[in-house]
């Protein structure tokens, strides 16, 4: 009988926050014992694992600051030869550029996502509409050919 070998996946984790350290998040996944590997980068961490291992990896590590931690699904596990550095020149991986431009963006996204978790309105609510008044609008028209 032979036994089935588990999907093995690969996430980013991307931390986008003042509070929780790429360096804390790994420190929290070798704690907890799973069997993964863990690369640090620059953004976050790379995870591979088993998939049942890096869903409850990722949820544990989105739990330290939700709303500034995201996790990004990568095609190719940690030095995959398609996608590693060193054996591709040093140039950087195809999709580098566009995850650099993502991770600009996730400050605004976690502020949103904080806002909206504090049930304060992302936007003032507009004024009910009404109809201008005959006399405002010869006010508005009178100012502006004075100027």
Same mark, same amino acid.
Do not use: W
């Given at each position: 009988? %032979? /036994?089935?070998?588990?999907?093995?996946?690969?996430?980013?984790?991307?931390?986008?926050?003042?509070?929780?350290?790429?360096?804390?998040?790994?420190?929290?996944?070798?704690?907890?014992?799973?069997?993964?590997?863990?690369?640090?980068?620059?953004?976050?961490?790379?995870?591979?694992?088993?998939?049942?291992?890096?869903?409850?990896?990722?949820?544990?590590?989105?739990?330290?600051?939700?709303?500034?931690?995201?996790?990004?699904?990568?095609?190719?596990?940690?030095?995959?030869?398609?996608?590693?550095?060193? %054996?591709?020149?040093?140039?950087?991986?195809?999709?580098?550029?566009?995850?650099?431009?993502?991770?600009?963006?996730?400050?605004?996204?976690?502020?949103?996502?904080? /806002?909206?978790?504090?049930?304060?309105?992302?936007?003032?609510?507009?004024?009910?509409?009404?109809?201008?008044?005959?006399?405002?609008?010869?006010?508005?028209?009178?100012? /502006?050919?004075?100027?």
């Amino acid at each position: 009988m %032979t /036994e089935m070998k588990k999907e093995e996946i690969t996430k980013y984790i991307v931390i986008s926050s003042d509070k929780v350290l790429p360096s804390d998040a790994a420190m929290k996944i070798y704690e907890s014992e799973f069997p993964v590997t863990v690369k640090e980068t620059c953004f976050g961490l790379v995870v591979t694992g088993s998939r049942e291992d890096i869903m409850a990896v990722v949820e544990k590590i989105r739990q330290l600051d939700k709303n500034h931690i995201f996790i990004k699904d990568r095609g190719f596990p940690v030095g995959d030869e398609r996608r590693c550095r060193a %054996t591709r020149g040093g140039s950087p991986r195809p999709g580098f550029h566009f995850l650099r431009e993502e991770v600009g963006m996730l400050p605004l996204i976690g502020a949103a996502l904080d /806002e909206l978790e504090a049930n304060k309105p992302l936007k003032k609510k507009p004024k009910e509409k009404s109809r201008l008044k005959v006399s405002d609008l010869e006010n508005i028209i009178e100012a /502006e050919l004075s100027r």
